[in-house]
């Protein structure tokens, strides 16, 4: 079955403490990983799509990568306003949907 | 540009009753996506409209069910409502049926709440 497991579940950070979230799956056939932001009783917002193992994107204090088992978000010198939840999902093959991971919380302490 | 718009933002019903979603994609994207999403968890997908047909159902009830116009906006209808279907309801529509091409732009989504 595809899977998409993000850990850790929660993360608190203080100010200017650099940290990674990652995101590991078990699928078929991956076709795209992406990770989108997601605010308290708001939508998800895209961040990055990655279609293959080596494949880097950055955005501000973000930066993505992919390996053929795992992704990471970096977050380098995060801000009070980078708390949200990160949200990793996956497009399989044979399917025009999208699996989500149950996402990190994450927390910048000013 | 007007984002993805969802209706009603917030809506309370009764065990039993119906409802009925709405949501008007980025002007010229086709293709219109329906997720659920309880708290504390990720979106799960239920359904997926490209050019007025059905091109994708998640594992969910004949309780859901979906449709989409002309004007490639969509309603998403529940049935028969349990508690468990509390939930965010988000909409996300992308230009093209293939996602691994295009992005996906998500709504604010609909809070269902039923008691």
């Known amino acids: 079955e595809d899977q998409v497991t993000q850990s850790p579940e929660a993360l608190r950070l203080q100010e200017g403490e650099s940290s990674s979230l990652n995101c590991s799956y078990t699928v078929s056939g991956l076709r795209g990983l992406f990770w989108y932001r997601q605010d308290p009783g708001k939508g998800p917002e895209f961040l990055f799509t990655l279609y293959s193992a080596g494949e880097e994107k950055e955005k501000e204090r973000l930066k993505a990568t992919l390996t053929k088992k795992e992704s990471f978000l970096h977050i380098t010198a995060p801000k009070p306003e980078d708390s949200a939840t990160y949200l990793c999902a996956v497009k399989v093959d044979r399917d025009d949907k999208i699996i989500f991971g149950k996402g990190t919380r994450l927390h910048i302490l000013p | 540009d007007a984002g993805v718009t969802q209706s009603p933002t917030h809506l309370i019903k009764t065990r039993g009753q119906h409802v009925t979603l709405r949501c008007s994609p980025i002007s010229g994207h086709k293709s219109v996506s329906w997720y659920q999403q309880v708290l504390g968890q990720g979106p799960q997908f239920i359904f997926q409209?490209?050019?007025?047909?059905?091109?994708g159902r998640g594992n969910f009830p004949d309780r859901f069910s979906a449709r989409q116009f002309p004007n490639y906006s969509s309603e998403l209808n529940v049935n028969a409502l349990l508690l468990g279907d509390s939930a965010l309801y988000l909409c996300?529509?992308?230009?093209?049926?293939?996602?691994?091409?295009?992005?996906?732009?998500f709504g604010s989504g609909t809070r269902l709440t039923v008691v």
């Open positions: 996300a529509s992308s230009i093209g049926q293939r996602l691994y091409n295009y992005g996906y732009t």
């Open positions: 409209y490209y050019e007025k047909e059905e091109r």
